[in-house]
């Protein structure tokens, strides 16, 4: 079953509503990344939200970039989610040592630190917003962003649960947003069913699909699902793009690896895919510069 996020709203349009299935996504990142468990478990959480996210933009050719970064043995994580459907991201560190007996916690994996988020909505300079860590679980650290950063009153759950071997069994979540003038009465009705509700992923592991979730949660709500939109982990990057990327560090240093070594590796932080440029494939690279310049 591919990955999908729902969309909705209750309450009279007063409550806007997002749910995900993402077990595709997260076991995507974790072949990628090899990601030892706690480290599925965060990129896991931050690429739901990533997900989520990126499906609330209003427009087609937005993109979202969410970086946390924390003083813990991870170190950080980076997600890039576009309207579209398309998410990616990768952690700092992949393969962070988990025993068994003790395993680590996400929050303690992160450690303190913050969270940053860029829009870029086509306009000149993109849009940053930012808030400190309040717990490291990612869930309740984009809650109080919202509430500090864009004022909106919001409930999130993200989850991930995995297979003995590491792979992922279920991940998922949900991101609810009350508009300014949602009534008291279905504040606390939304209050009330949440606080009754299980985990996001064990009701997804009960074979529960995020329709069926968010119609139980909001049974006395009156949900409306306007749409469902597919989402997948995919890099949209090429030899294209990477050539760019060279040819901006500039024809003096491109010389420099010249000189220095016969080819280089790039690889993408996002999918791992290696890009292998010789001394010749640089050259032209050089060539190309040096055209523009005349
Ligand atoms: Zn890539």
């Given at each position: 079953?591919?990955d999908?996020?729902?969309?909705a ?7 806007r ?15 990628l990344h ?17 997900s ?46 988990d ?25 000149k ?13 990612i ?5 109080y962003?919202?509430?500090q ?11 991930v ?10 991940a ?22 949440l606080s009754?509700?299980?985990s ?24 409306k ?13 090429s ?21 220095d070594?016969e080819d ?12 292998h ?18």
């Amino acid at each position: 079953m591919p990955d999908y996020v729902v969309k909705a709203t209750a309450g009279n349009g007063q409550i806007r509503v997002f749910a995900a299935t993402t077990r595709g996504i997260v076991e995507t990142a974790h072949t990628l990344h090899q990601t030892s468990p706690v480290v599925t478990q965060a990129l896991g959480r931050l690429l739901t939200a990533g997900s989520l996210m990126g499906s609330m933009m209003k427009n087609a050719d937005e993109v979202m970039t969410l970086k946390i970064a924390g003083d813990g043995p991870l170190s950080g994580l980076l997600v890039t989610a576009d309207a579209k459907g398309d998410v990616k991201g990768y952690p700092y560190i992949s393969d962070l040592a988990d025993s068994s007996a003790s395993p680590m916690s996400v929050s303690e994996a992160i450690g303190k630190g913050a969270i940053n988020i860029m829009k870029d909505i086509g306009l000149k300079e993109p849009y940053v917003g930012y808030a400190p860590l309040v717990s490291g679980e990612i869930a309740e650290d984009l809650t109080y962003y919202y509430a500090q950063s864009e004022q909106i009153p919001t409930s999130i759950s993200l989850g991930v649960l995995l297979n003995e071997d590491g792979s992922v069994k279920q991940a998922g979540g949900f991101i609810i947003q009350l508009m300014p003038d949602t009534d008291d009465e279905t504040i606390d009705a939304l209050e009330l069913a949440l606080s009754n509700t299980p985990s996001m992923t064990k009701l997804l592991d009960a074979g529960k699909s995020p329709e069926a979730i968010i119609e139980a949660l909001f049974k006395n709500i009156g949900l409306k699902i306007s749409q469902t939109q597919e989402i997948r982990f995919f890099c949209d990057c090429s030899r294209d793009r990477v050539m760019k990327a060279l040819s901006a560090i500039g024809k003096a240093d491109l010389l420099d690896i010249i000189a220095d070594q016969e080819d280089v590796e790039v690889n993408c932080d996002f999918c791992r895919e290696k890009y292998h440029f010789s001394a010749a494939d640089l050259q032209s690279i050089i060539d190309l510069i040096s055209e523009k310049d005349i």
